[in-house]
């Protein structure tokens, strides 16, 4: 299996889809890039990568979670539609 194939039954599927995924790859084409990207992937990250941006990305996508889940989980009547 692929990592895109990976991330898009992360994606497809309602009890994960909530997990960031960032996609580390030797694939560092641009069209590549926005294949990872479409198929549901956070963020895409080629090889070779600096450990310091990736731990950062990785950072900024799991504190946007816990904001969201914060927020979401105090409020009483989410209405969806």
Do not use: W
């Not at 909530?18 to 090889?47: C, M, W």
């Not at 990736?54 to 889940?69: A, C, G, S, V, W």
């Amino acid at each position: 299996m692929t990592g895109i194939e990976m991330c898009m039954k992360i994606k497809n599927d309602f009890d994960l889809c909530h997990i960031p995924v960032i996609l580390l790859t030797a694939f560092a084409s641009v069209e590549q890039n926005i294949e990872g990207l479409k198929r549901g992937a956070d963020d895409y990250v080629s090889k070779p990568f600096n450990a310091q941006l990736l731990f950062t990305r990785t950072h900024n996508l799991l504190r946007n979670r816990i904001i969201l889940q914060k927020k979401f989980s105090s409020e009483a009547d989410f209405d969806t539609q």
